[in-house]
């Protein structure tokens, strides 16, 4: 995802949004993969010691938020790798 915008005078606002929503992307899986790892281990602690409440909160928790985060995150990062691959096929 590496969409720079053209640094001249009157850059591409085309270029600029993907590049925008590049970003958003990136960090979206980010958050949503660090959630994710989150859950996993807070289960993992939560199975050695009998599921406290708190492991088993912040399991439920760090899986819902990656549910939310992530499937936009991904298509919008994909989204933007079709559009770069669409115009260096088109030639612009």
Excluded: W
């Amino acid at each position: 995802m590496g969409v720079t915008p053209d640094p001249g005078p009157d850059p591409d606002p085309i270029l600029v949004r993907r590049a925008l929503y590049a970003r958003l992307a990136s960090i979206g899986n980010r958050i949503g993969y660090l959630l994710l790892g989150m859950a996993i281990v807070a289960f993992v602690a939560g199975f050695v010691t009998d599921f406290p409440q708190l492991a088993v909160t912040v399991s439920i928790v760090g899986l819902v938020g990656a549910c939310v985060v992530l499937p936009p995150a991904i298509v919008a990062g994909y989204a933007v790798k079709a559009a770069e691959r669409e115009d260096r096929k088109a030639g612009r």
